[in-house]
């Protein structure tokens, strides 16, 4: 998606990627689905508040890319773009994140 150009699609999926890695780890430690963005968000921040592991940067991703998932899905209009280095960060991030949540959950 980056490659072609298309950076709100590439920052939405970013942000998706660590969502769905933060849901994973979630389920992993306490057997329950939680699905919206405020619900998995508070939930790994309690989850991993005193693990050192998971840094400030990378604990504040989801907060941080959200709005790219926004911008993709509602915005319309000038100026409601995803710029290619917000996405690029974001995809940078993502990976690092998602990296570390597969770490915490012991997969590989």
């Known amino acids: 998606m980056f490659a072609m150009k298309y950076y709100d699609a590439a920052g939405r999926a970013a942000y998706l990627a660590?969502?769905?890695a933060a849901q994973a780890l979630i389920?992993?430690?306490?057997?329950?689905?939680v699905k919206t963005h405020r619900g998995v968000n508070s939930?790994?921040?309690?989850?991993?508040?005193?693990?050192?592991?998971?840094?400030?940067e990378?604990?504040?991703f989801l907060g941080r890319t959200y709005n790219l998932k926004a911008i993709a899905d509602y915005e319309t209009g000038?100026?409601?773009?995803v710029s290619p280095v917000l996405a690029a960060d974001a995809i940078?991030?993502?990976?690092?994140?998602?990296?570390?949540?597969?770490?915490l959950i012991g997969i590989f």
Request: aromatic share 6%; charged share 35%; net charge neutral.
């Open 43 to 56: 939930e790994l921040h309690r989850l991993t508040k005193d693990d050192p592991r998971l840094d400030f």
């Open 27 to 33: 389920s992993e430690r306490t057997g329950r689905a």
């Open 92 to 103: 940078a991030d993502g990976k690092q994140f998602v990296a570390k949540i597969v770490e």
């Open 18 to 20: 660590g969502f769905h």
């Open 58 to 60: 990378l604990r504040a």
């Open 78 to 81: 000038p100026g409601s773009e």
